[in-house]
Nanobody, 123 residues
Framework: VQLQAFGGGLVQAGDSLRLSCAASGRTFSSYGMGWFRQAPGKEREFVAAISKSGSRKNHADSVKGRFTISRDNAKNTLYLQMNSLKPEDTAVYYC?????????????????WGQGTQVTVSS
């Protein structure tokens, strides 16, 4: 499967953004999906994950209550709604797809990665 993330940009603290990840290739609904982010000088970190059907979701504590992951299997698209953005949310955001249905909080679980989209939040 090929993944392309888009929707990033430069926003002010408190603003909202919605990231999208378009998937092509094998059946999108066969994959558990996740969002990760990497800030300059830091390791890639888990942001959110969603099961193949969308019935189960998991969000990192740092974004819980502000970010929401969702998917539309009919449109082969993954989303990340980001509200109340903070400067510490500044990072490159990556979407990823996993054939496994467990361990979705861990980057090594994922089989395919998108190219990333930059999110910059100014104070």
């Amino acid at each position: 499967v090929q993944l392309q993330a888009f929707g990033g940009g430069l926003v002010q603290a408190g603003d909202s953004l919605r990231l999208s990840c378009a998937a092509s290739g094998r059946t999108f609904s066969s994959y558990g999906m996740g969002w990760f982010r990497q800030a300059p000088g830091k390791e890639r970190e888990f942001v959110a994950a969603i099961s193949k059907s969308g019935s189960r979701k998991n969000h990192a504590d740092s974004v819980k209550g502000r970010f929401t992951i969702s998917r539309d299997n009919a449109k082969n698209t993954l989303y990340l709604q980001m509200n109340s953005l903070k400067p510490e949310d500044t990072a490159v955001y990556y979407c990823a797809a996993a054939l496994k249905h467990y361990g979705l909080v861990y980057a090594p679980t994922y089989d395919y990665w998108g190219q990333g989209t930059q999110v910059t939040v100014s104070s």
